[in-house]
């Protein structure tokens, strides 16, 4: 398996830009995770699914970010408008049911200037 | 609510030394316990996870013992390489579905 593969790996964007960053978890995992890390803050869980239905969102710092996991083989995570303090790196991580590990993939590396 | 600690970095050590990153949590119920590596421009990958008290976890010549009585999972090596730079997470899951996360201790290993 070729693992969780993100999409691009790296942006650069000017403020005020949509970002959308996109997601392809292991088959056969169940649940789907987006993270954002930063040094200041470190990696912080902002919404899981759990077969493609959003479980929990309440990490999602605010209106102007939304996730989608349309069906079970994608996710995108999108930032309208986006903001310099969006600078970060995001990672998605799937999980099989019944597993206690996640398999996170590369990253996202996001630029907002 | 549900919470990982571990020491602070960056930990910079030489080829050889012994290590050590200390680790505590403080959760609800019985979590499961793991430590994630994180090396440069990659995502975490599972380092080694034990399950219940008093287990060991070990992989790659590291090790880390689940401690009930002082709610520890210390991180240890006998013998680094420079190949062990990294960022380390120690992290946490109860019955629920979230990995709680601490933030992360970066070794440096110098040759």
């Known amino acids: 398996d070729a693992g969780v593969i993100q999409s691009p790996r790296h942006e650069v964007t000017e403020m005020g830009q949509e970002v959308t960053l996109r997601c392809k978890p292991i088959?056969?995992?169940?649940?789907l995770f987006w993270y954002r890390q930063t040094m200041m803050r470190g990696l912080e869980l902002l919404i899981y699914?759990?077969?493609?239905?959003?479980?929990?969102d309440s990490g999602m710092p605010e209106d102007r970010f939304s996730a989608k996991m349309p069906n079970a083989s994608f996710s995108t995570l999108k930032i309208q408008p986006s903001e310099p303090r969006d600078s970060a790196v995001y990672f998605c991580?799937?999980?099989?049911?019944?597993?206690?590990?996640?398999?996170f993939g590369p990253g996202t590396r996001l630029t907002v200037t | 609510g549900d919470s990982v600690t571990q020491m602070e970095g960056p930990v910079t050590l030489s080829e050889e030394a012994f290590l050590t990153i200390n680790c505590t949590y403080t959760?609800?119920?019985?979590?499961?316990l793991f430590w994630y590596v994180q090396y440069p421009g990659e995502g975490l990958q599972l380092l080694l996870k034990?399950?219940?008290?008093?287990d060991k976890g070990s992989n790659k010549g590291f090790e880390a013992t689940y401690r009930k009585e002082t709610t520890s999972f210390h991180l240890e090596k006998g013998s680094v390489q420079v190949s062990d730079s990294a960022v380390y997470f120690c992290?946490?899951?109860?019955?629920?579905?979230?990995?709680?996360f601490g933030a992360g201790t970066r070794l440096f290993v110098k040759a």
């Open positions: 088959s056969g995992h169940d649940y």
């Open positions: 034990a399950t219940k008290a008093d």
């Open positions: 991580a799937s999980v099989p049911t019944g597993s206690h590990e996640q398999y």
């Open positions: 699914f759990n077969n493609n239905v959003p479980i929990d």
């Open positions: 959760a609800t119920g019985y979590p499961s």
């Open positions: 992290a946490l899951k109860t019955g629920g579905f979230k990995t709680i």
